[in-house]
């Protein structure tokens, strides 16, 4: 009996599309039953059920461990079963279910692929044809006929590579990649994935060249791989990968050199186009600055997308190696990111191009990068010397040095072994690595450190020798198997080494020694040490002869040494030999190696006036300049309104200038020569004439820096009121803190609260009638700063009224007033007039737009001088007769900071503004020492009021700060510029006590020397004008006491009771001159005087009496302090010390020394510039 059996269409087709879902979700298992089904119930699909049954067993065979691959090989041959069979069905079906056809003839190429046939595989492919649509109305598996679509594509591309047809197999990717079907099941997203894996690499590995075209056709699969990922949900039930599939941490990692590669060549995104079609431009490409700036994020958000998902399969897939070990994929990857950080924190790339938080938030990316890839790896050099490059750019010091020292045990350790194995050690830097790595450590240390790092850098350098002189092997395959061949392959650390590598070696000892020379208190070893300074940089100089850094050092120790003749001949070799380098100056667009030469066209103009060549010194001055060509190159444009928006301005590339890409150090350089202008200025026409150019240095400072008062200090908690006794860190003004009261007393400008945070100043009262200052009114600009009004004086009576004429013609001449017209028919062949027209970095603009514009004006000036201009008097409108044109002084526009492949350190907020403010003090004592040698004691003090109140706030900045303030942390300087706050104390001090002296008020002069030395005890000023004036009270000259009763001169007398209390520059001069010692005598008549014998000469007394014993302590103290500076490294070339203490022996009667004392001062003024070295150099011995 048989029964007969109908087959159900309706069966048929629920388990045709249950096999499609098995088949696209690759449940291999489940497939060979429902393929059953199917034939049961749809016995008219036979092919399809044959690929299906056939596409199981191959994928089985196929996802075997590599590990037994001679039984996958077995299995893979033992398909040869499946061949006839789907040839068969194939003709079978062709006509009828062509949809089913094409799935066995995929499956059959797919066969034979596997059994590495690829010209049988292309024949089934060109036999199968295009794929015909499928029918609609018959149910068909659609979702694996998509998956065999891509399968077909894959095969056939791979088999034209074995093949070698590079043509077609080329073709064949561009084509799979130009559209693909994406990620609607796990075999479509699995085969996508194949193909396109296929292609990227493919495209890597055949790419002809790596110019634009090539890489954009490299690019175009990677940006396939990138958009299949982005779009590609995750799926849980993910296999592992099979020995088909490539390792997709490979092709990330192969997208992210491609991507490296295009970022290193200079190239930038072109514009969005439609499809496929994609093209990489130069950098000198004609794109406007929308277009550039939207390219550039592109292209930055892409790289940052890539790199963070190889990374993170990087990590996931790496296990924590062994001792023996070194994780090197993870170390070259760690090379590779901070290689691209290196060129987008470059000058290529502004904070714009790199999004939201610019530059900072790419260095703090590669920071948590270089940490988390720390953990994958065991002591790893590379790592830890990235470690160290990174937090040094951030202005971490502190961080980047324990990073080194890690760095420097380990290598030091590593190169020890390697001396006694013969053997060098796994994973760790070569010796030219570790020495390039070591000397910016000593560079870093010396650049922007405090006596504290000089000791450090001289620890560092004793290394360094001793690894110079170390033995290493030669090979990385040397053995001590053989005696012979260790002795062959054994050499010394110096012989390997490059000849740069040398050169930074023995360029880091001298700085090294040089900088310790001037910090050291046995001064029996300065000589020493300037020499041994000296013999190192003549052999960087040997090693390396055009290095403008070893040429910048070699010039400024043997300026310390006095023989400028050779540091004149060396600054002159080294600028010939860079004008020969770099052509025409406007031919590099950041001027790279113009910038360094700023330091040495100063120091040449220095060693100039040394040689009394003072007309030539201001020419150099002019050249340092001028090698820029136009001054727009320097200073930049600006645009002649103010109603522009700042931040459409900021990215105009016409309103940038190279000192926008300048440090710190390189601004205060420009500042330092165009003082230098002004000294050799006053110098051939006269203190009158030079007063008038402070208009223009102030400025310049606002052009360089901006208004200091608008750095941000992030704060720890607000201040309660604008006069609270907390100072707040946002970046409020001094006047916001102390109110708009400006008592002339420090004492009482001060709060019982401001006490217990602050030392007390014990300050001398001074005049107690001085007008107060307006209230000022910050107003907020566009990048959230303050802005302060702009810098005016309005001369006024007594009574407050106008005064219609001034009583100093210099008093109109501060900062941003208008300029008297007098002056430029008087200036010497320095043409500093011309100078200050030609190179002016802003046009000028009436300063009433910067006074009345609330909101969003560009323009920031520096503070008000307020006590020569009533309240409520302000400056006439635009456009008024009396309202003389001021310079545009808006911020900068933002731009990148360096041109090194390594960035230079970005100071942090609070050393970035208190170096800002140390050269503004600098800058307004400069100006205040002019006022004084051209007898406005009026100007002179406002200067110096301004220069009290700033050092106030940053001290007040610093009590504010969350470590809190001590005594150490206010007379340390620490890391960063500029000086310390007690310091600049001593500095603002040391000045006022120079302006009473010319006043002829001795005895406030020597409290306000007092003041100085009690800020820091070594200041050379304050000691060797205070040990004269305490010279003049031994020689009765001056009272042990003032006077009850002293007769004052009046202050606007040009004599003086000293002859020599006004110092004219007959001979070069500083603005902190001390006072000479010739005084008149300040005796009163009432005054009771010795007794004297009948001869006329005074009684010797058997014991002193007290007031004898007054004198010849002021005496001693004279001496010990003078003594005290020779023997320091901030007066031991001190000719105005050697002076004092010359006095001092003679004094004593102790004329030998007093004529030794008095030879050297000979010497030391034969060789001495017109400004001391160390005053005029911002970083030291180093660029």
């Given at each position: ?1007 306000d020397y007092e003041q100085a030395l009690a800020y820091s005890p070594d200041h050379a000023a304050g000691i060797i004008g205070l040990a004269n004036l305490l010279l003049d009270q031994y020689e009765e000259k001056l009272p042990l006491e003032e006077p009850l009763n002293p007769v004052h001169p009046q202050a606007s007398t040009s004599g003086s009771l000293i002859g020599e209390a006004k110092p004219t520059l007959t001979r070069p001069n500083t603005a902190t001159s001390t006072i000479p010692s010739h005084r008149g005598s300040y005796i009163s008549d009432s005054r009771p005087s010795q007794p004297e014998a009948e001869d006329g000469r005074k009684k010797r007394r058997p014991d002193p009496t007290p007031a004898e014993l007054n004198r010849l302590a002021a005496r001693d103290r004279a001496y010990m302090l003078l003594s005290n500076l020779t023997k320091l490294g901030s007066g031991w070339d001190n000719s105005e010390a050697w002076l004092a203490l010359a006095r001092a022996h003679e004094l004593s009667k102790e004329v030998s020394k007093a004529k030794e004392a008095l030879w050297w001062v000979v010497e030391l003024e034969n060789n001495k510039p017109l400004r001391a070295w160390r005053d005029v150099l911002p970083g030291g011995y180093t660029l």
């Amino acid at each position: 009996m048989s029964v007969h059996w109908t087959p159900n269409a309706e069966k048929g087709a629920r388990y045709l599309g249950l096999l499609d879902q098995a088949l696209c979700n690759g449940q291999w298992n489940d497939v060979p039953e429902l393929a059953r089904k199917v034939e049961k119930h749809a016995p008219q699909r036979k092919c399809l059920t044959l690929a299906a049954r056939a596409e199981s067993q191959v994928a089985n065979a196929s996802h075997r461990p590599t590990s037994a691959s001679s039984a996958a090989s077995t299995s893979i041959h033992g398909l040869s079963e499946l061949l006839p069979r789907l040839t068969e069905a194939i003709s079978t079906a062709q006509q009828s279910f062509p949809d089913d056809s094409f799935i066995a003839s995929t499956c059959l190429a797919q066969i034979y692929w596997l059994q590495v046939a690829p010209q049988d595989a292309l024949i089934v492919l060109e036999r199968s044809g295009p794929k015909a649509p499928a029918s609609k109305s018959a149910a068909g598996a659609l979702g694996w006929l998509e998956v065999c679509e891509v399968k077909c594509a894959f095969i056939r591309a791979s088999c034209l590579d074995t093949l070698e047809r590079k043509s077609e197999a080329r073709e064949a990717y561009q084509d799979a990649t130009s559209h693909t079907p994406g990620y609607r099941s796990l075999e479509l997203r699995r085969w996508t994935e194949r193909l396109l894996a296929r292609a990227c690499m493919y495209s890597v590995k055949k790419m002809p060249s790596p110019s634009a075209g090539d890489l954009a056709e490299a690019y175009s699969p990677f940006r396939a791989w990138g958009e299949f990922w982005q779009r590609a949900p995750t799926h849980q039930g993910v296999t592992a990968p099979s020995r088909l599939d490539l390792p997709r941490r490979q092709v990330w990692k192969a997208y992210y050199d491609l991507l490296s590669s295009i970022l290193q060549h200079g190239l930038i995104y072109g514009p969005e186009q439609k499809g496929f079609s994609f093209s990489f431009l130069p950098l000198s490409s004609a794109l406007s600055e929308t277009e550039r700036v939207a390219a550039r994020q592109r292209q930055r958000a892409e790289l940052h997308r890539v790199e963070s998902a190889y990374e993170s399969l990087l990590l996931e897939e790496t296990k924590f190696p062994k001792a023996s070990q070194a994780n090197t994929e993870v170390e070259e990857w760690a090379d590779q990111v901070v290689t691209n950080w290196g060129l987008f924190t470059g000058p290529d790339w502004s904070d714009a191009d790199l999004g939201k938080g610019g530059k900072q938030s790419v260095s703090r990316g590669v920071l948590e990068i270089l940490y988390r890839a720390a953990t994958k790896t065991f002591h790893s050099t590379p790592i830890l010397r990235h470690l160290f490059t990174l937090h040094a750019a951030l202005g971490e010091f502190d961080l980047a040095m324990h990073a080194f020292d890690s760095y420097m045990e380990i290598v030091d350790k590593g190169k020890a072994r390697a001396e006694k194995t013969g053997k060098h050690e796994i994973g760790f830097d070569d010796d030219d690595t570790a020495m390039l790595a070591t000397t910016e450590a000593i560079k870093l240390l010396c650049r922007y450190g405090d006596r504290e790092q000089a000791e450090k850098a001289n620890e560092i350098s004793a290394i360094v020798q001793k690894w110079l002189s170390q033995k290493r092997p030669s090979t990385s395959d040397s053995t001590l198997t053989n005696g012979d061949v260790v002795e062959r392959s054994i050499q010394s650390t110096e012989s390997a080494l490059r000849p740069a590598t040398l050169a930074a070696a023995y360029r880091a000892l001298g700085l090294t020694q040089a900088r310790w020379a001037s910090l050291t208190y046995e001064s029996s070893t300065r000589s020493s040490l300037l020499a041994e300074a000296n013999n190192n940089l003549r052999r960087a100089q040997k090693f390396e002869p055009n290095n403008t850094e070893t040429a910048y050092a070699l010039a400024a120790v043997l300026g310390e040494m006095r023989d400028v003749g050779a540091a004149l001949q060396v600054i002159r070799i080294a600028l010939d030999d860079s004008v020969m380098l770099n052509g025409d100056a406007a031919a590099d667009q950041h001027h790279e190696r113009e910038r360094p030469l700023l330091a040495l066209w100063h120091m040449l103009a220095l060693c100039l006036t040394a040689q009394d060549q003072f007309e030539t010194a201001a020419q150099i001055c002019d050249a340092a300049y001028s090698q820029f060509g136009n001054s727009e190159v320097l200073f930049g444009s600006r645009s002649q309104g103010l109603t522009v928006d700042a931040e459409k301005e900021a990215l105009s590339p016409n309103t940038r200038g190279i000192v926008d890409q300048m440090d710190g150090f390189e601004k205060e350089s420009i500042i330092q020569i165009r003082m230098t202008q002004i000294i050799l200025f006053e110098l051939m026409e006269g203190p009158d004439a030079a007063v008038d150019l402070t208009d223009s240095l102030l400025g310049l400072y606002s052009r360089l820096y901006g208004n200091p008062e608008h750095v941000a200090i992030q704060a720890a908690r607000p201040p309660a009121t604008s006069a609270s006794a907390t100072p707040s860190r946002l970046g409020g003004t001094l006047r916001s803190i102390t109110g708009s009261i400006r008592p002339r007393s420090l004492r009482s400008r001060r709060s019982s609260t401001e006490q217990a945070t602050l030392r007390q100043r014990s300050i001398a009262s001074q005049d107690e009638n001085a007008p107060s200052s307006p209230p000022q009114r910050l107003q907020p600009t566009t990048n959230g700063q303050t802005l302060g009004p702009p810098i005016s004086i309005t001369v006024t009576n007594e009574d407050g009224s106008p005064a219609g004429k001034p009583h100093h013609r210099h008093h109109l001449h501060l900062p941003f007033h208008g300029r008297h017209k007098g002056v430029d028919s008087t200036r010497s062949a320095t043409s500093i007039a011309e100078h200050d027209e030609n190179q002016s970095p802003a046009p000028q603009v009436p300063a009433t737009a910067a006074a009345a514009s609330a909101d969003g004006s560009p323009e920031q000036s520096l503070d008000n001088i307020a006590h020569q201009r009533s309240p409520d008097q302000w400056p006439p409108p635009a456009g008024h007769h009396d309202r003389p044109p001021v310079q545009d002084l808006r911020l900068p526009a933002p731009h990148p900071a360096s041109a090194s492949p390594v960035p230079d350190p970005r100071l942090l907020p609070l050393h970035e503004r208190r170096h800002k403010v140390g050269v503004l003090i600098k800058t307004w004592l400069f100006v205040a020492g002019l006022y004084i040698r051209a007898d406005s004691s009026d100007d002179a003090e406002n200067a110096l009021e301004h220069a009290l109140k700033l050092v106030e706030g940053l001290e007040k900045e610093l009590a504010a700060c969350e470590d809190g303030i001590n005594a150490r942390r206010l007379f340390e300087k620490g890391w960063g510029g500029g000086k310390s706050i007690d310091d600049l104390w001593a500095d603002v001090w040391s000045t006022k006590a120079f302006l009473a002296s010319s006043c002829e008020r001795p005895f406030e002069a020597i409290s306000d020397y007092e003041q100085a030395l009690a800020y820091s005890p070594d200041h050379a000023a304050g000691i060797i004008g205070l040990a004269n004036l305490l010279l003049d009270q031994y020689e009765e000259k001056l009272p042990l006491e003032e006077p009850l009763n002293p007769v004052h001169p009046q202050a606007s007398t040009s004599g003086s009771l000293i002859g020599e209390a006004k110092p004219t520059l007959t001979r070069p001069n500083t603005a902190t001159s001390t006072i000479p010692s010739h005084r008149g005598s300040y005796i009163s008549d009432s005054r009771p005087s010795q007794p004297e014998a009948e001869d006329g000469r005074k009684k010797r007394r058997p014991d002193p009496t007290p007031a004898e014993l007054n004198r010849l302590a002021a005496r001693d103290r004279a001496y010990m302090l003078l003594s005290n500076l020779t023997k320091l490294g901030s007066g031991w070339d001190n000719s105005e010390a050697w002076l004092a203490l010359a006095r001092a022996h003679e004094l004593s009667k102790e004329v030998s020394k007093a004529k030794e004392a008095l030879w050297w001062v000979v010497e030391l003024e034969n060789n001495k510039p017109l400004r001391a070295w160390r005053d005029v150099l911002p970083g030291g011995y180093t660029l």
